[in-house]
């Protein structure tokens, strides 16, 4: 299993952050810079959970989203991924001073070889994930 976790903080409320990673209109291909629309679908959806396929012509992924905005979580359960295989991320929001406090775990349980052999960067892979949040989510 290959992990990742790390910290951001956003400069918008939790309810704010939470309507971005949840918002499956159109406009998500817009918002998401790593989404483009050739690779964007919204299968299934409910009102507090999502089954969508997004990415890019490199990489995306199929996935439900679930999410409580009571406990400020949001989870990813990630059926299908090229390249990584299925695993998952969860967004803890917190509100902090001015802004959010956003936990981020990202799991990958690969199955094949190559995602095997790929999923080895993910612990690594921060800084490219910190910046692909930092338009979207506001982060500093």
């Known amino acids: 299993m290959a992990a990742l976790h790390m910290q951001l903080k956003s400069s918008m ?11 499956f209109s159109p406009a998500r291909v817009e918002e ?3 989404i483009d629309a050739d690779h964007f679908e919204v299968h299934e959806r409910g009102d ?9 012509e490199k990489s995306f992924e199929r996935a439900r989203y ?4 009571a406990a400020n979580k949001v989870t990813v359960t990630t059926r299908e991924s090229k ?6 991320w969860v967004f803890q929001l917190a509100p902090e001073d001015d ?3 956003i936990d ?8 094949t070889f190559t995602a095997k052999v790929l999923s080895t ?9 910190r910046k692909s949040f930092r338009e979207p989510l506001k982060t500093v």
């Open 13 to 23: 409320s939790p309810s704010e952050v939470m309507g971005v990673l949840t918002d």
């Open 48 to 56: 507090t959970w999502a089954e969508v396929t997004e990415g890019n």
């Open 83 to 88: 390249p990584f295989g299925p695993g998952g």
């Open 121 to 129: 960067i993910i612990p690594f892979a921060g800084p490219v994930f």
């Open 66 to 69: 679930e999410w409580d905005p």
């Open 104 to 111: 981020v775990e990202l799991q990958r349980h690969p199955t």
């Open 32 to 34: 998401w810079p790593s």
């Open 99 to 101: 802004g959010t406090r």
